[in-house]
């Protein structure tokens, strides 16, 4: 199972530690860059929406299973530290221009590799 | 970037056709099992717990960039095809049985491999 880069984040962080932990407690504005090819895909979304960004933790370790500061298995935390590094951030669009998204609430280190969007649905998404 | 198969999920659905649109809208019951080198990253999770899903739709189309379906671009749907079919499942744990979960709410095809495992955090993932 391989996986696309489909674009790339690009935010005000430089490196992990000054990143927020979740980009939902955060009103950081950052942009979604997508690969030309992967443009039409976006079609239908609208400022405003909240949309989910899946992106791959390019600096995490992938080892860790155990979170010795949490006191958790890994799968029972957020940590970005994990065997698949996948992130998910939940995001709100603020202007679409092209093939780049202006989004406000990002968590990701500049440079992440974008995985997928996908639109945030109340109903599926929440318990 | 590579993914790692951590898992598989085991449920009464054996073909895509079969499988409900979303799981949160489905009461389906299913197993999560873990390969047992990855057993360990679930201490900490506890039944009645609200959990991600995240695994691989290994049937998808992954050069799909517009639904005519639905006449939006697929990061504007919630459709399983799409450049990396990562799909998202909100289930409930109803009992953890050594690398096994038992979950509520499944809409993965029987045998899909399962990428990871995030807890369900209202404050980080409803807008």
């Not at 405003?48 to 006191?71: M, N, P, T, V, W």
């Not at 709100?92 to 780049?100: E, H, L």
């Amino acid at each position: 199972m391989e996986l696309r880069t489909i674009g790339f984040i690009r935010s005000p962080f430089g490196k992990p530690e000054d990143a927020p932990s979740q980009g939902k407690r955060s009103k950081a504005r950052g942009k979604v860059e997508l690969l030309d090819p992967y443009a039409e895909g976006l079609k239908g979304l609208k400022p405003g929406q909240y949309i989910y960004l899946l992106y791959f933790c390019h600096r995490a370790e992938r080892d860790a299973l155990f979170s010795e500061k949490r006191g958790k298995g890994v799968f029972a935390t957020r940590s970005p530290h994990r065997p698949n590094p996948i992130a998910i951030d939940l995001v709100r669009i603020i202007a679409i221009t092209g093939s780049c998204l202006e989004v406000e609430g990002i968590d990701a280190v500049d440079g992440s590799p974008l995985l997928d969007i996908k639109p945030f649905v109340r109903d599926i998404d929440c318990a």
